[in-house]
């Protein structure tokens, strides 16, 4: 094959849950040298700001892959449940917290995002997020930077 390979992910939803898949697929793109980019938008911002990256949460109310009543996800309690068994799990497969995979991902060559709409929506600045963000750019701008690119929406 004699064009690049290219990846791009838009992450649009900032529960701990979700942080994972983009992160886990930016990684193994670098690591098989494909140009990786990651996008955060609208709830995926979480994820890329200071002050939420390291407390990000499981919410089991409304997810289906829990296998519970959904009277019971929304008991007292379960969310700090499902977030503690998740983060142990994690743990588990040697894997690292959000913040450190960020940091991760950001020295293998994967860019990283925020998206300017959800940024001004959020009344989040430049120096709200974490360091490793390369940018605030629009949605144009990334899909710009996206052509060619095998497109991944989490």
């Excluded at 939803?13 to 994972?20: E, F, H, R, T, V």
Aim: net charge negative; with cysteine; proline share 5%.
């Amino acid at each position: 094959m004699s064009e690049e390979r290219k990846l791009a992910i838009i992450c649009s939803k900032g529960s701990l849950d979700m942080a994972y898949p983009g992160l886990v697929l930016a990684n193994a793109a670098r690591m098989m040298g494909i140009e990786a980019d990651l996008f955060f938008t609208f709830w995926g911002m979480d994820i890329i700001t200071k002050d939420k990256v390291d407390h990000l949460k499981v919410v089991p109310v409304g997810n289906p892959a829990m296998h519970m009543p959904q009277f019971v996800g929304g008991l007292p309690g379960m969310t700090d449940m499902a977030t503690t068994m998740m983060k142990k799990e994690i743990e588990k497969l040697d894997m690292p917290p959000v913040h450190e995979f960020l940091e991760m991902v950001h020295d293998a060559g994967c860019g990283i995002w925020a998206c300017r709409m959800a940024a001004d929506m959020m009344h989040l600045k430049r120096e709200d997020l974490v360091d490793e963000v390369d940018d605030i750019i629009g949605a144009m701008e990334f899909l710009e930077k996206a052509e060619g690119a095998q497109l991944l929406f989490i």
